[in-house]
């Protein structure tokens, strides 16, 4: 089956628009991904949301462990 070929806006390559091509629909899928990935700024938001979540959940293991133990005692 063919697909319509496009070109990238970002690096004026050819490809093939397919139907699941995830991103922008006129960008290749090398670029699509290089913008899914995001900028260097976005990426530490996320690694900070990640370690905060982290943290909450170890807070909440380690109240959940404190209330077994004393329900052991
Ligand atoms: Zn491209």
């Given at each position: 089956?063919?697909?319509?070929?496009?070109?990238?806006?970002?690096?004026?390559?050819?490809?093939?628009?397919?139907?699941?091509?995830?991103?922008?629909?006129?960008?290749?899928?090398?670029c699509?991904?290089?913008?899914?990935?995001?900028?260097?700024?976005?990426?530490?938001?996320?690694?900070?949301?990640?370690?905060?979540?982290?943290?909450?959940?170890?807070?909440?293991?380690?109240?959940?462990?404190?209330?077994l133990?004393?329900?052991?005692?």
């Amino acid at each position: 089956m063919a697909f319509p070929i496009k070109i990238c806006v970002v690096c004026s390559e050819e490809f093939e628009l397919k139907p699941d091509k995830p991103g922008f629909a006129n960008r290749c899928p090398e670029c699509s991904a290089e913008e899914s990935t995001g900028p260097k700024t976005k990426r530490h938001m996320d690694a900070d949301e990640r370690k905060s979540a982290s943290e909450a959940n170890d807070a909440r293991r380690q109240a959940m462990r404190d209330l077994l133990y004393r329900k052991d005692s």
